[in-house]
């Protein structure tokens, strides 16, 4: 997957037992929390994931990646010996999110929103004033701000 | 503390459990085992020895994370469902598998010393 193996690895990181082992390349996206259901039972809590584009990030260890399709157009990868969550992928977009927890320190990341608060669970507690997102990143850009138009 | 009957389970139905009786607050930990299992704080309630049922549990995949120490997830979705201390009986369960709501409030964070550095831990 890497196209160019002599760029600079911008992080590394590697599951629980260490069968795969992640190198990024390029540039990470900042940090997001994810509330929605899926991501809560499938991490068990609510995941913090990173973003890069596929093309930058080389995988060692890849025949331990297993691949669940939790959605039509999504899947979420773990590591079938430790059970480690490293990936949730929208597919055919060349883009792949990374659990931040899998990445070795220092990751000069910071997280800057939580998305899908709408679905958020009881024991769930967002107490770090960041940005609140009630669905996903996406549905936030394709609505616009409320106005205060009035009628012609 | 929850007192009614709690079910859960993972993402794909593989594996579903019950457990009787009430439930303690959760701990939300922040170590870097947890941090790196789930991709998220380890947040865990209890199931004491006798008071839970697994079913599925041939879906039921353990790995011995530390000596002693075990943590279950489902082998078809990955889901994070347990974590034990071999040989106690009780089951730490994730709570968000749980199937909502789960009347639980998280009781107290632990392992701050070992948050990542890409948020700011609770002070607590």
Partial sequence: ?152 | MSQRKTSGGCLCGAVRYEIEGPLPPPSACHCSQCRRHHGALGVYTLAPADRYKIKGDRNLAWFESSPGIRRGFCRACGSKLFWERIGSGQLDVTVGSIDAPSGLKIGRHIHLEDAGDYYDPPSR
């Fill in chain 1, 1 to 152: 997957m890497a196209q160019d193996d002599k760029a600079a690895v911008r992080a590394r990181g590697h599951c629980l037992c260490g069968a795969i082992e992640i190198e990024i390349r390029g540039p990470l996206r900042d940090v997001v929390v994810c509330h929605c259901g899926q991501c809560r039972r499938q991490h068990g809590a609510p995941p913090s994931y990173t973003a890069a584009s596929w093309s930058n990030v080389t995988l060692h260890g890849e025949k331990n990646l297993k691949w669940y399709q939790s959605s039509p157009d999504a899947r979420r990868g773990f590591c079938r010996v430790c059970g480690t969550s490293l990936f949730w992928e929208p597919m055919g977009q060349g883009r792949i999110s990374i659990a931040a927890g899998c990445l070795v320190k220092p990751t000069g990341l910071r997280t800057v929103r939580h998305i899908f608060v709408a679905e958020k669970a009881d024991f769930d507690e967002i107490t770090d004033g960041l940005e609140q997102l009630p669905q996903s990143m996406s549905a936030a850009a394709a609505s616009p701000p409320p106005t205060t138009t009035v009628d012609a």
